[in-house]
Nanobody, 126 residues
């Protein structure tokens, strides 16, 4: 079965950086599109970033474009989210996700994803 495990969350100050990791196992395909979403207190879950199968194509939400980068290590089946210049509004539980089937291009719609991790909390103090 597919298992996604996020790590790297924590408490940081505004302006700091943090790197999240998502380790995937049990995937039907060696690599596939992967994505990051987040849910802030009292808000709905929202798209953050996605990376395509090859790692060369990426998508970002407007709110993180230019501050966050996404990458993957295919050999380790691990995806990363490097978060720089963090703001208080980045405070949220961050989830990684993968689609149910074979996917090549990055995707931003939550409905495109079938498997989700348990989430890791990022708290940014101002």
């Amino acid at each position: 079965q597919v298992q996604l495990v996020e790590s790297g969350g924590g408490l940081v100050q505004a302006g700091d950086s943090l790197r999240l990791s998502c380790a995937a196992s049990g995937l039907s395909y060696s690599t596939t599109t992967m994505g990051w979403f987040r849910q802030a207190p009292g808000k709905e879950r929202e798209f953050v970033a996605s990376i395509g199968k090859s790692g060369s194509r990426t998508l970002f939400s407007d709110s993180v474009e230019g501050r966050f980068t996404i990458s993957r290590d295919a050999a380790k089946n691990t995806m990363y989210l490097q978060m720089n210049s963090l703001k208080s509004e980045d405070t949220a539980v961050y989830y990684c996700a993968v689609p149910a089937g074979y996917a090549i291009l990055p995707r931003r719609s939550e409905s495109d994803y079938a498997y989700w991790g348990q989430g890791t909390l990022v708290t940014v103090s101002s």
